[in-house]
Every structure is written in C-alpha cells, then in structure tokens.
C-alpha cells in the first residue's frame, strides 16, 4: 500500500520556469522529509517539516506543510538545470515514488 | 559531513551465490538502513538497526539478512541470490538526537544477478 501520493510523477521544464510538486496521503503527519536524488546517487536530504502551517526555504526551494499535516509540497523558483533530480517525500520510513524533475537549459 | 560508504558501486552475481554488501558510516550513529529501490516501486525497506547486534525487519526481509557487529558496519547478505534481487541498494544512517527520520545515504550498489 501506498501511503505517500506523489504529483506529477514527471515533469519536464524550461530554466527559469517555476514548479510546485505535492505529497499527500490519508493520514496526518508527524513530520514529513524532502530529499533530493540525481541518477545513480543516493538521496540527499533536502528538509524536515513538523508543525502545521510551516514553510521552509532553502534558496529557491520553498517547501510548505499543510496546516492538517496530511499534505506538503515543494516550489522551486527559477529552475535550474541543476536542480535537475528525483524530488522524494518520506514519512517516518515510508517513501514517495518520487517526481522525477528535468530541467533544460 | 556525514560520510556513508558502500563498498561496490557495481556488482555482477550468479543465481545461487551468496553476496555480502556492506555499508560503513563515520559520524557514529545509532541507526542504519537498508533499502533497494525499483523503478515504480520506489524505495523499500529491507532491514534497520538502532544498535549493535539489534536488527529489525523492513518490508521486504524476504532473502535477506543483516549483521551488526560494529556501530560503523551494517552488512545485507543475500543467502542466495536470486534474478529477482537485481536491484539498486542503499544503505543509510541517521542519528537519535538530530532525528531518526533524517537519514544520510550512500552512493548505493547496482546489483545485477545473473
């Protein structure tokens, strides 16, 4: 069972643009974790969210908790190639299937 | 930083061969992982440790075992490897006190078996 819903599942788009990806489940949320993948590496952890209603940022990366915790989502402003990568959610050890993100220059 | 590694990027098995992947972490954490990840099933959780010689099942313990004889080391054995277990493998650390859900990855293993 899938617990963690990740939307969209691929997205393709032009530097510069901006994007938002989402991670929804059923279930209220204690925390949730946001990591980074590119190919061939292991995940890297991007952040932790914990309290209803917060939002993080880290550089161009906004992350945002939903205030009943059953959501989250991840903004990115100005895309770079670099952020080029497999964008997981994680809730306590189960995992997204990930947004797989390409940005062209 | 945390530096978790793993000790083949790539490995080529036989069906029926017993395969050790091991994994060591320098930051002295608690807690240790191992995943295999597949396309469209994502990451799955084999086996986890919060201590020494203390071993937890994941979701997915079917072929595998893990020892822990040193906080640093975390082994995965397949017994018996089989065509199914071809897989990419992650093994991961996290500590108690910056939260056992903020885990550190290695490179990861690219197994094929044969």
């Known amino acids: 069972t899938q617990l963690l819903e990740q939307s969209p599942q691929f997205l393709s788009i032009q530097e510069g643009e901006n994007l938002t990806v989402y991670c929804n489940s059923s279930?209220?949320?204690?925390?949730l974790q946001w990591y980074r993948q590119e190919p061939g590496e292991g995940p890297v952890l991007l952040v932790t969210?914990?309290?209803g209603g917060e939002v993080k940022k880290l550089k161009r990366l906004t992350f945002q908790f939903g205030d009943a915790r059953k959501d989250s989502s991840l903004h990115i402003t100005a895309a770079q190639p670099g952020d080029t990568g497999l964008y997981l959610c994680?809730?306590?050890?189960?995992w997204g299937l990930g947004t797989s993100l390409a940005v062209n220059p | 930083d945390v530096k978790v590694t793993q000790s083949s990027r790539y490995l080529v098995k036989r069906t029926g061969e017993k395969v050790f992947l091991e994994c060591v972490q320098d930051?002295?954490?608690?807690?240790m992982f191992w995943y295999r990840q597949d396309p469209g099933l994502g990451l799955r959780l084999i086996y986890f440790?919060?201590?020494?010689?203390?071993?937890e099942k994941g979701d997915i313990p079917e072929g595998y075992s893990v020892s822990r004889e040193k906080k640093e080391r975390f082994s995965l054995i397949l017994e018996s490897a089989s065509t199914n277990q071809t897989s990419m493998y992650l093994c991961?650390?996290?500590?108690?006190?910056?939260?056992?859900?903020?885990?550190?990855f290695g490179p990861g293993t690219r197994l094929t078996v044969l």
């Open positions: 994680v809730r306590k050890l189960i």
């Open positions: 279930s209220v949320f204690s925390s």
């Open positions: 969210v914990v309290t």
């Open positions: 930051m002295d954490h608690e807690n």
């Open positions: 440790s919060y201590d020494v010689k203390m071993k």
């Open positions: 991961a650390s996290s500590s108690l006190a910056g939260g056992p859900y903020e885990q550190f």
